[in-house]
């Protein structure tokens, strides 16, 4: 199974809303990640976990709070979200390693902020 | 990590043509990945080069590395108007940590019309 699976696929949520986005995958991998992707940009790293541990944030505001509850699931709750951050989320995993590893991607959660 | 910047920004060819787009980045790395992706969905990974690799094939696929003038290229050969698609370069830093942090260029926006 070489897959990464999301869902929701897609979600509108208001400005005082609490919604959960999850990822899953079944590879094996010991480092998930999530990316956030506006239209017509490149993605960006938001959060990295390696052996359930969080590795890197990258300076992510604290409406956004992701979890790792195991190997194969990654979480990302949202709260109190803007408009602005309307987007595409993407989760990936790949092997944990020092060598640069494929990263296999999810096919993202399309949140719209009203 | 460094990103990777792609030339041309677009590129519009017709079906059976091949098509070559560039990444050029600035300091060493061990590694670098190509990805696409389809309009609005996850990314796919389409070849990882080593730095101690100069060329390596996949199918229609053909990315050169040449790690003295800091760039890659992907060709792809005989096109397909399915292969439309951005493209993005993730160059891999020299270095060790435990999970391989992308950071993707602007990318190549790939147009194959029928």
């Known amino acids: 199974d070489t897959e990464v699976t999301q869902t929701p696929k897609h979600l509108v949520m208001g400005m005082t809303n609490k919604k959960s986005l999850k990822c899953e995958q079944h590879m094996g991998h010991r480092a998930m990640y999530w990316y956030k992707q506006k239209a017509k940009k490149p993605p960006e790293l938001m959060f990295v976990?390696?052996?359930?541990?969080?590795?890197i944030n990258e300076s992510v505001p604290s409406r956004f709070s992701p979890e790792c509850p195991n190997s194969s699931l990654l979480n990302l709750h949202l709260h109190a979200l803007q408009p602005e951050d309307s987007a595409l989320y993407l989760c990936?995993?790949?092997?944990?390693?020092?060598?640069?590893?494929?990263?296999?991607f999810g096919p993202g959660t399309r949140l719209t902020v009203l | 990590s460094q990103q990777g910047e792609e030339d041309p920004q677009a590129l519009s060819i017709q079906e059976g043509e091949n098509a070559t787009m560039n990444c050029s980045y600035k300091?060493?790395?061990?590694?670098l990945q190509w990805y696409r992706q389809n309009s609005g969905r996850g990314l796919v990974h389409l070849i990882l080069i080593r730095s101690n690799e100069r060329e390596k094939h996949s199918g229609r696929l053909r990315v050169t590395l040449d790690t003295s003038k800091k760039s890659s290229s992907l060709l792809i050969t005989a096109s397909r108007a399915a292969d439309t698609a951005s493209y993005f370069c993730?160059?891999?830093?020299?270095?060790?940590?435990?999970?391989?942090?992308?950071?993707f260029g602007q990318g190549t926006i790939l147009t194959v019309h029928p």
């Open positions: 990936a995993s790949s092997q944990a390693g020092t060598w640069g590893n494929e990263q296999f």
């Open positions: 300091t060493s790395i061990n590694n």
């Open positions: 993730a160059p891999g830093d020299a270095g060790g940590t435990s999970y391989g942090k992308l950071t």
């Open positions: 976990y390696s052996y359930e541990k969080l590795s």
